[in-house]
């Protein structure tokens, strides 16, 4: 059976989750439900990155213990995991003490083997971004990324020999060219890796809060290689069995672009050093924006998560976070542009396509889904075969909007089927009996198939379809090898019931 393993990154707990999270933690969501649905073993990993500065800053501002902040928040980001629908596998979090020893043999062992060595050192750092810029880096002095200016820190620390890997790094680059998606993003990691590596401090001295370096107990490791390993670790302990062997190497790490340079350059090249095999793919998807600015928690800008599916609902979310904006680019979202897409296509164009199914099997044939009878199935039956190459070839790349698109074209297709058939007036004349079922069964077997596809999407409200159709809606009724057309059931009963989508006033 093919493996697919998939991960997103641990976030931050110096704050409350924003939509951002959401958004990766839907998005690696979507992309495990599909391959269930086409019979994969697949591991979803999230959680949290808990060491650090910034959680460390956050536990002093509250008067707590970094180990108190950190379990309250903690809390706030699996709910977010949980809200979201998240059929993640495991939540890591680095201050689990599995994680914390694994950490500690793999840089021991990169220790040993001569690839970490200590250095003073003084240089800025960002303690948002927890990495130190050169000054070339800089924007008027400051961070790119937060606006802040960074702090002078003067430290003995240890170093991980990146400098070493630069050619073996290039030398993979150019053997796997999809190994950062899309090729934009790849190529900028290429020449990041191509202009030149130095060697990487992979200790703080005067931080206390993270993992002791074993061979030095008064330094810790440096958060960023803590988190990275958390690819690799949760394996280890997630189960009783060591997943490892199973689901290593990763299919995909998710992110955004801020943290691009970690996972292209660091990541493969820690691994390289300890003999692991590098992930399969990157996929850096874009930022969401509100008012034309990435959301932070930095920058105070965010939008409550709980606050929008609260209000709307959690799959009209999801679906909003990959239809609005192409995923792989940046986009603005906005209540707005919430509100209308809902409106326009959620409650009308597949909510009442729904309803008015329901209703018309109801009124013309006692609500059983009628036989396929003289139809138009050799037409629909050629558009869905084509619907699964493409809404599949485009999840088999990650493109996450581009599927929707190609689901809601056929969605669509199904609405205008009905105007342009007008089943109440073939329900006029009994002549019209085999025409009427033929069209009948159309809808149903159409949204049928648009259930099954857009099941990762909104988990909840496709099993809703399925359930009012009278089909069958569990685990192996939604594999997608029956998204074939003609394995609607004819003879069940619909159920009628209030409004998928209420339309919003
Ligand atoms: O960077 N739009 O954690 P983090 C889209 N702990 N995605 C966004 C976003 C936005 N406006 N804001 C955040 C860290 N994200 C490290 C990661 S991994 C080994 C360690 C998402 O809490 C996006 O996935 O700052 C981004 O890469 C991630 O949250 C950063 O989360």
């Given at each position: 059976m093919n493996t697919f393993y998939i991960t997103t990154p641990i976030y931050y707990v110096n704050d409350v989750p924003h939509i951002g999270h959401a958004y990766t933690t839907i998005a690696a969501d979507i992309l495990a439900r599909h391959h269930r649905q086409l019979g994969e073993d697949v591991f979803f990993l999230t959680g949290t990155d808990e060491h650090g500065n910034p959680a460390a800053r956050a536990a002093q501002k509250r008067g707590l213990t970094p180990s108190e902040h950190v379990d309250e928040m903690v809390l706030k980001f699996r709910e977010l995991a949980s809200k979201v629908n998240a059929t993640n596998d495991f939540f890591i979090r680095t201050t689990d003490p599995e994680h914390c020893e694994a950490v500690q043999s793999f840089i021991q062992q990169l220790y040993d083997k001569g690839d970490i060595y200590l250095k003073s050192y003084s240089g800025l750092y960002c303690s948002s971004c927890e990495t130190f810029y050169p000054e070339k880096d800089l924007l008027d002095g400051k961070c790119p990324d937060h606006g802040t200016v960074p702090e002078l820190i003067e430290e003995e620390n240890y170093f991980f020999r990146l400098s070493r890997y630069q050619q073996a790094l290039l030398d993979f680059y150019d053997g796997h060219p999809d190994f950062v998606k899309p090729s934009t993003r790849f190529n900028e990691a290429r020449s990041f890796i191509e202009r030149g590596l130095d060697d990487v401090s992979i200790?703080?001295?005067?931080?206390?809060?993270g993992i002791p370096i074993p061979w030095d107990q008064k330094q810790v490791v440096y958060v960023w290689v803590d988190a990275l390993l958390n690819y690799i670790t949760a394996l280890k302990y997630?189960?009783?069995?060591?997943?490892l062997p199973r689901?290593?190497?990763?299919?995909y790490h998710l992110m955004a672009k801020d943290i691009l340079k970690f996972h292209a350059v660091i990541w493969p090249a820690l691994l390289m050093a300890s003999g692991y095999e590098l992930p399969h793919h990157l996929f850096i998807h874009g930022y969401l924006l509100m008012g034309g600015q990435k959301m932070s928690k930095t920058r105070g800008n965010v939008l409550d998560p709980f606050e929008v599916m609260d209000k709307y609902g959690v799959d009209a979310f999801r679906f909003y976070c990959f239809r609005e904006v192409t995923f792989g680019q940046d986009g603005v979202i906005s209540m707005e542009g919430f509100e209308s897409r809902y409106n326009a296509e959620l409650a009308n164009e597949l909510g009442n396509l729904v309803s008015r199914t329901v209703a018309m099997v109801s009124k013309y044939c006692d609500g059983v889904v009628p036989e396929p009878g003289e139809g138009d199935s050799s037409r629909f039956s050629a558009l869905v075969q084509r619907l699964g190459i493409d809404s599949g070839a485009a999840l088999a790349n990650v493109e996450l909007t581009g599927c929707l698109e190609s689901i809601w074209h056929f969605v669509r297709t199904l609405n205008k089927h009905v105007e342009d058939s007008a089943p109440w007036n073939l329900a006029k004349?009994?002549?019209n009996r085999t025409q009427l079922d033929g069209v009948l069964y159309e809808l149903v077997e159409g949204l049928r198939i648009c259930a099954l596809l857009l099941h990762p999407y909104m988990p909840e409200k496709t099993v809703e379809i399925l359930r009012r159709l009278g089909q069958g809606h569990g685990t192996d009724d939604l594999a997608l090898e029956n998204a074939e057309w003609g394995r609607a059931r004819p003879g069940s009963i619909v159920v009628a019931g209030e409004p998928l989508f209420p339309k919003l006033v």
């Open positions: 200790s703080r001295a005067t931080l206390k809060w997630a189960s009783p069995e060591n997943l689901y290593w190497p990763a299919n004349d009994e002549a």
